[in-house]
């Protein structure tokens, strides 16, 4: 059976390009990029080529560039940097929309390490609430970590702002920008943000290689304190195949993008608008505008998200769903409660997540299996007659 991939928010396929440069560097050009000898050399020339691929990704200097393990140790490292920059300072601002990887650490440095966490709300469409952010910074703010997009609706934060608004106030920002990253434009010259995190496996890159961005002049402060790799910033010897993968899978994202806000969007759309017209009681989650070009969270009522997934998997469609059953919790996710998307819709919550590989036809078998499909789950639902929810 061919696999309709649309999860991609959860990882990409990794190009064929990608696999192609990573080779040689799994295979005869083993040598340690720190070595003397010119066979460690001739791969650390090719590491600079990729850090300099990287950069041009989000417009960056190079040495503004840390190789991490992933977006989640990317996260900790910046966040973990400024608070002890600034170790009297014991307030910390973010969103209650923010991946595990920020929600998470606040949360033990609230609870474990006494901080105070501010987690802004966002209202019905996802969007935050700027006013209290701003009112929340104050002199005993650390740090203002806000993510650039969410991963589960695509929507995004008007980061430049919010930096602007910290800045002034000389607390340091991070943003979260793994998925944002290689769906729209990303320039740190002009938004100016402090450290920035973004992750290989959702660009076409392996998994395990992250990067953490940060800004000429902050006084960064190993995560992983080692070697002298990465100028002393994270220790550790080089991942370099996924580096190099990773630096061609930046070249590739930043000419794509333009096919990111067309060809990939215009399947969203196309996808988006036979749904909402085939099937009643279907809402979409999250601002329609201020959106991620690939993403759609889309609640339908009356049914069970797990359901519809099993029976979309069942026809090769790879999906997600909006809720966290796998956690043990019947609960909708924590982004469509702090939304407080109706109990109705949530449960019944998809994430399709699209890339450039994506085609017309793989959005029409998606549509004529998901009618059907919702159509049974509903008529075998307690809460579903006559059409109308009950
Ligand atoms: N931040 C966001 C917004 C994400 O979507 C993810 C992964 O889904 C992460 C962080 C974590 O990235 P990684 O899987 O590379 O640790």
Known sequence: MKIVYTDNNATTKVADEVIEEMLPYLGELYGNPSSMHTFGDKVNKKLKQARLRVAGLINADPGEIIFTSCGTESDNAAIYSAINAYPEKKHIITSRVEHPAINNLYQH???????????????????????????????????VSIMWANNETGVIFPIEEIFKKANEKGILFHT??????????????KTKVDMLSFSGHKIHAPKGIGVLYVKKGFKFSSFLVGGHQEEGRRGGTENTASIIGLGKACELAKENLPVMNTKVRELRDYLQARLLEKIPGSS????????????????FDAVEGESILLLLDREGICAS???????????????????????????????FSLSHYNTKEEMDHIVSTLVPAIQKLRDMSPFWKDGEMI
């Open 321 to 351: 769903s909006g809720s966290a059953c796998t956690s043990g919790s019947l609960d909708p996710s924590h982004v469509l409660m702090a939304m407080e998307v109706p109990f109705k819709s949530a449960h019944g919550s998809i994430r």
């Open 284 to 299: 979409v989650n999250g601002a329609l505008d201020a959106r991620l070009p690939n993403t759609l969270s889309i609640g």
């Open 109 to 143: 440095l609230q609870g474990e390490k006494g901080y105070d966490v501010t987690f802004v709300p966002v209202d019905k469409k996802g969007l935050l609430d700027l006013d209290l952010l701003y009112d929340s910074m104050s002199d005993n703010t650390a740090i």
């Open 176 to 189: 979260d920008a793994v998925q944002a990253t290689g769906k729209i434009p990303i320039d740190v010259k």
